[in-house]
Each structure stands twice: as structure tokens, then as C-alpha cells.
């Protein structure tokens, strides 16, 4: 048996059934026991939290177009504009143009940009839980799927956090 640290052993000197020779290892059973405890979302629940979020990222472009040119130019990417539809434009891009908004505001004292932040916060937070409440409820998702993949030479610590970088890029 290779002496890959995410491999199960039969051996009962070793911690929870995983091969002690890294630190990783010994945090997996401890994580998959957390992540045990959060409690499925139930159907509507999901379909609630999903809506939560494509509106508040509608509300979050509209604003975001409410911006005079010459800020949001500031603020944009060089490549970037905000786009035709919200659902064109990836969440993390969306918090990234906030994030600088906000650097902006900090900086300039605009009072147009600062309102226009301050309508964008209360959605951005209704985002932020939205997307955390289901990220956090598909967790055993990822395990689920990571585990069918284990034994084709990959740690599993490894394709479950890949797996949540996935999830969280969904």
C-alpha cells in the first residue's frame, strides 16, 4: 500500500482509521463530522435562497449602472463592463466591483457613489447569505461525489477541496 496520508488503513494504531503521517488527515474526520451536522435544505427552502440570489444580483447590476461613466470606469476592470444581464456577470466579478466601490467611495467622498453604496449593501448582504446558506448545505454533496473518485489516485482531502472551490465557484 503506498503511504499516501489520505489512504484508509485497517491499522488500529492509527487515528480514525486514516494514516497518521500528515496534519491534514487528522482534520478530515473532524470536518466530515461538522459538516455532517448541517441539516439539508429542504426543496423550497433551496428554490428560496437560489431566487434570494439572482435578485439580489439583478439589484446589484441595476445599481451598478446607476453609476456615473466616469466612476464606474474607475471601478470596472480594463477588460470589464457591466453587462446586459446580471446572470453575465460572475458573482466574485460583482463583489469585486463593490469591493472597489467602496475603496473608491472611502477615498473620494463622492455623496452620488456613497448612496448608490449604501442602496447595494442590504442586497450584497441578501447575496452573501444566499450564497453561503448554499454552499454550506451541498457540502455532503461534494463528499458524496469526492468519495466516488478516491480511488483513482487522488487524496480524497484533496478532490473535497477542489470540490468546494467547485461549489463555491457555482
Do not use: C
Not at 53 to 77: G, K, M, N, Q, W
Not at 123 to 143: D, K, S
Not at 144 to 161: F, R, W
Amino acid at each position: 500500500m503506498p503511504n499516501d496520508e489520505s489512504s484508509f488503513t485497517d491499522d488500529p494504531e492509527s487515528r480514525d482509521g486514516f494514516r497518521s503521517a500528515g496534519a491534514p488527515t487528522a482534520t478530515l474526520p473532524v470536518y466530515l463530522r461538522e459538516m455532517g451536522s448541517i441539516p439539508l435544505l429542504e426543496p423550497r427552502e433551496e428554490i428560496r435562497l437560489a431566487r434570494d440570489l439572482e435578485r439580489s444580483r439583478d439589484a446589484l447590476v441595476r445599481l451598478a449602472r446607476r453609476i456615473p461613466a466616469a466612476y464606474r470606469d474607475r471601478i470596472l476592470d480594463v477588460d470589464e463592463e457591466v453587462p446586459e444581464r446580471a446572470a453575465d456577470w460572475p458573482i466574485d466579478r460583482l463583489e469585486a466591483f463593490w469591493d472597489r466601490a467602496r475603496v473608491l467611495v472611502e477615498i473620494s467622498g463622492t455623496r452620488s457613489l456613497e448612496a448608490i453604496l449604501a442602496a447595494a449593501t442590504p442586497e450584497r448582504r441578501r447575496m452573501e447569505r444566499a450564497r453561503e446558506a448554499l454552499t454550506v448545505a451541498n457540502l455532503r454533496l461534494v463528499v458524496h461525489i469526492a468519495k466516488k473518485y478516491a480511488d483513482n489516485g487522488l487524496p480524497l482531502t484533496d478532490l473535497i477541496q477542489e470540490g468546494n472551490l467547485g461549489l463555491m465557484r457555482a
